[in-house]
């Protein structure tokens, strides 16, 4: 007698690395359950869209999928369908109204509580709903001790931290994700210590607003007496001489992960340039396995609309963190996010903008058309909204901007030895793979007989283009804690 095919699921990810790590933590518990993944809708008995409502109007591709799932669960009704993130978070109970074939829906807060409800669905037939809303006394908001599925083991997305307590008048964040609350120091370290044991050489530190770490630390700890507990928190060397500091900062953080064995390369995103410390700068100066590569979203370059933004910084300003950084860490690489078409921007604003996008010099950018967000100061500001043709045209030659200087940063590359971590093969061109640099660019290169994800090679750059690199293999490292070079390439 044959067992019991085992159930599957399929995950369906919109958005930014959060979500993208959330997914890595929605497969682990469903894994945990007994399911496995699916290749698709079609053969999955559990289909789960984990959404994101940060800069477009997800909800009518939501309800597009929807409507499309509704066909399937038509044909086979025992199909269970789950609707997680921060559409989710940001909707609540109108999902169910305007899908009631949607079995489970859950927030931001309670992925954990994802196989709990799922199976409470299938037991009582009923739709179930919870969304929790984190607050800054709830240690349990982190979802760090969730099973974790992978892809990947030799890269790793890490949160620092959930939450924004700023005010940027165009962002949702604030209101679907809450507060900033900071996860204890010593939970970090010890989850790359065990990353690395596990052979992971690759972290990518993760939060909204990640060098205001630790800024709730001490907070969350007044009336505090168990010392233990305090240093778990805290990290523990916050009160020694060398750093004597009432809380930790992201620098200190970031400094001792990257001491940790085994830890090549450490990433973080995204800071805030308000916020952007000289401590921050100064470890990445210093710690080798902190990747020269800072992520500066200016979002604007009119101070105007930076003030209409509550941004917290003029562009000269921005511009001085900048030349300090770069001034400080060698070969740093700077990429941005800048959104176009802000309700008032008027073509003076814009081109503040492309002045300031060109002096910055950036490797790349992520570029924005402003869409505005249900809730948000900016929403509310109808009568100044910028016509879609003008926020196109002006996307446009933004983009033109970001492409010259980032093929000119790319061209100073030719000819340079580059290490790179291999991502895998490439998604076009078999017998090519692709990986990154220290300062994350994409670099493609022929390997015969394809090189595993996770390997370490030289690379001589040999062409350049906006948005990647080419080249040649020089020598291979199989096995990253053993670095024994194996030249393939004579000369
Ligand atoms: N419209 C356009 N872009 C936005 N972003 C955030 N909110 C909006 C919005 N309403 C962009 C910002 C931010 C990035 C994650 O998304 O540039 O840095
Ligand atoms: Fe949004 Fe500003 Fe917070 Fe970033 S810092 S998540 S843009 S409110």
Redesign the pocket.
């Known amino acids: 007698m044959s067992a019991a095919p085992q159930k599957t699921f399929y995950l369906e990810t919109f958005g930014c690395q959060m979500n993208v790590h959330d997914s890595e933590r929605l497969a682990g518990i469903l894994e945990g359950d007994g399911l496995v993944a699916a290749e698709g809708v079609e053969d999955a008995d559990v289909v789960v869209l984990n959404t994101c409502c940060i800069r477009e109007n997800a909800d009518n591709k939501l309800y597009g999928h929807l409507g499309h799932l509704k066909a399937v669960k038509d044909r086979r009704p025992d199909l269970q369908i789950a609707v997680g993130g921060c559409l989710a978070q940001k909707d609540r109970d109108i999902i169910q109204q305007r899908a009631p074939w949607v079995d489970a829906v859950w927030g931001t807060h309670n992925v954990g509580r994802a196989g709990d409800l799922l199976a409470t669905a299938g037991a009582t037939g009923s739709p179930v709903l919870e969304i929790l809303d984190a607050t800054l006394d709830d240690d349990e908001a982190f979802p760090s001790a969730l099973p974790v599925r992978r892809d990947q083991a030799w890269t790793a997305w890490v949160t620092i931290q959930i939450g ?1 307590d ?3 008048a165009f ?1 949702i ?2 209101s679907v994700r809450g507060p900033e609350i900071s996860r204890p120091f010593g939970q970090i370290v010890r989850e790359v210590e065990d990353l690395a044991a596990a052979g992971t050489v690759e972290v990518t530190l993760l939060g ?2 990640v060098n205001s770490y630790g800024r709730d630390l001490t907070t969350r700890l007044r009336g505090e007496v168990d010392w233990h507990h305090h240093a778990e928190v805290t990290g523990a060397a916050w009160a020694t001489a060398e750093r004597p500091r009432a809380r930790p900062l992201f620098a200190d953080l970031l400094r001792d992960v990257a001491r940790i064995d085994g830890i090549r390369r450490v990433r973080y995103t ?1 800071p ?1 340039p308000k916020d952007l410390r000289p401590e921050t700068i100064e470890v990445m100066a210093t710690e080798s396995a902190v990747c020269p590569h800072l992520h500066l979203p200016l979002q604007a370059g009119s101070d105007r609309i930076l003030a209409l933004m509550h941004r917290g910084y003029t562009a000269a300003r921005y511009l001085e963190k900048l030349a300090a950084a770069r001034a400080a860490v060698a070969d740093l690489a700077v990429t941005s996010d800048i959104i176009v078409g802000f309700p008032g921007e008027t073509e003076s604003d814009f081109e503040r903008t492309l002045e300031v996008v060109a002096e910055a010099g950036y490797d790349s950018a992520y570029t924005f058309i402003y869409s505005p967000r249900p809730g948000t100061e900016a929403a509310g500001r109808t009568d100044e909204m910028i016509p879609a043709q003008v926020a196109a045209e002006r996307f446009e030659r933004l983009r033109i901007v970001v492409e010259r200087s980032a093929l000119a940063r790319h061209q100073a590359r030719l000819g340079r030895t580059e290490e790179i971590l291999v991502e895998g093969p490439s998604k076009r061109d078999a017998g090519v793979v692709s990986g990154r640099t220290a300062q994350g660019k994409l670099v493609h290169f022929p390997a015969a007989g394809m090189l595993p994800a996770g390997t370490w090679a030289d690379v001589r750059i040999t062409r350049a283009a906006p948005h990647f690199l080419a080249g040649e293999l020089l020598a291979v490292t199989c096995r990253p804690s053993h670095r024994t070079r194996i030249p393939v390439v004579a000369g």
Do not use: D, E, G, I
């Open positions: 924004c700023n005010n940027c962002c964040v604030p909204q607003n995204s805030h």
